[in-house]
């Protein structure tokens, strides 16, 4: 009897989930992925990084980190307007995100893009009112857009 129902358990365990007989979900390949690109971040394979932080945000759109991590890799392989999208992206699900504002602020200044730049900075200077930097960095742009 005992065999029965051990035997019924087991037949059971499929239908309630508890074996995974198919391929992983994106969602979860995606975690798997980040921890790849993060490996490849450290060694400095920014190429290779990219891949996974992208897969990532494909499959864990909200995923902030992912986004940051990407951009990184676009701005170290000089590829600063492929790193500023990917930061508008990010700045699309949260515009209050005080890393994607700093390094969109520079990276626009870099590129030339003063108006760009003083609007990045401006908002960031409204989250941070006491970071004194980011009025240097303003006066210095501004300086820039006048004749």
Known sequence: MK???ALLV?????VGGCFNDGPPAPEEVALDRYDEAEVHYAAG??????????YAILHRS??????????????AAGRD????????RLLGIDRFDEEALRT????YARLGSTDQ?????RRLRDLRPEDRSL???????EALRKP
């Open 3 to 5: 065999s029965a129902r």
């Open 10 to 14: 087991l037949a059971l365990l499929p």
């Open 45 to 54: 394979r920014y190429e290779e990084a990219a891949q996974g932080y992208e």
């Open 62 to 75: 909200r995923w902030k980190e992912a986004y940051v991590k990407l951009a990184r890799c676009r701005e």
């Open 81 to 88: 307007a492929e790193a500023a999208a990917v930061l508008e």
């Open 104 to 107: 969109l602020g520079r990276i």
């Open 117 to 121: 730049a003083l609007l990045r900075y």
């Open 135 to 141: 009025d240097g960095e303003i006066a210095r742009l």
